[in-house]
């Protein structure tokens, strides 16, 4: 079971670092992905990281803004988005899978989405 929390309202320009917590013993078994999704638009991948965190994996739209990170031994992956922009406005969801993809259907497990606003 993934938790996802931090997300909130921010200005342009401004952080926020999202959290998703995960239960279980298979956490560090699996690659982990974030995906977001705005109002009216598909489901989109944003980034994902491989078990021991030796591959990550962006959208070109985030690179350079967005890092992912996990921490295996508090079962928890990170989005730190930085320099956000009014268009990064979007439910944001972390899922779990067992490949390095960003098709939503390389994922198996899904948290429930937490709601970033960026006001321009």
């Known amino acids: 079971q993934l938790q996802a929390s931090g997300g909130g309202l921010v200005q342009a320009g401004g952080s926020l670092r999202l959290s998703c917590a995960a239960s279980?013993?298979?956490?560090?078994?699996?690659?982990m992905g974030w995906f977001r999704q705005a109002p009216g638009k598909e489901r989109e991948f944003v980034g994902a990281?491989?078990?021991?965190?030796?591959?990550?994996y962006y959208a070109d739209s985030v690179k350079g803004r967005f890092t992912i990170s996990r921490d295996n031994v508090k079962n928890t992956l990170y989005l730190q988005m930085n320099s956000l922009k009014p268009e990064d406005t979007a439910d944001y969801y972390c899922?779990?899978?067992?490949?390095?993809?960003?098709?939503?259907?390389?994922?198996?497990?899904w948290g429930q989405g937490t709601e970033v606003t960026v006001s321009s």
């Open positions: 279980g013993r298979t956490f560090s078994s699996y690659t």
């Open positions: 899922a779990a899978g067992r490949i390095l993809s960003k098709a939503t259907s390389s994922y198996n497990v």
């Open positions: 990281i491989t078990p021991g965190a030796g591959s990550i």
